[in-house]
Nanobody, 124 residues
Framework: QVQLVESGGGLVQAGGSLRLSCAAS????????MGWFRQAPGKEREFVAS????????YYTNPVKGRFTISRDNAKNTMYLQMNSLKPEDTAVYYC?????????????????WGRGTQVTVSS
């Protein structure tokens, strides 16, 4: 099993920044993609960003393009999400996910492993 643990969430004012981390441990991760999803109160969980573990190819949902940056440190088995210019609508629980994605990186079913989430709250 691969364990994923998120950290870095918190309360920030609109326009501020946060950096989320996702540390992978346990069995050696043999998948090819890691991603971030989020779930706002009363809404379904949605895709935020993904990155391929080997080539670092990234993909973002439109609402976060230009504000969020996903990255990874293979040596540390850790993925990051730098979030700048945060807006109140970014408020959500952010989840880290990993898996062997063969189809659409935005589809949650493509990911085998999930973290428990970290809360991000952006005040106006």
């Amino acid at each position: 099993q691969v364990q994923l643990v998120e950290s870095g969430g918190g309360l920030v004012q609109a326009g501020g920044s946060l950096r989320l981390s996702c540390a992978a441990s346990g069995r050696t991760f043999s998948g090819n993609v890691m991603g971030w999803f989020r779930q706002a109160p009363g809404k379904e969980r949605e895709f935020v960003a993904s990155i391929t573990w080997s080539g670092g190819i990234t993909y973002y949902t439109n609402p976060v393009k230009g504000r969020f940056t996903i990255s990874r440190d293979n040596a540390k088995n850790t993925m990051y999400l730098q979030m700048n210019s945060l807006k109140p609508e970014d408020t959500a629980v952010y989840y880290c996910a990993a898996g062997t994605v063969r189809g659409n990186v935005m589809r949650q079913s493509e990911y085998e492993y999930w973290g428990r989430g970290t809360q991000v709250t952006v005040s106006s």
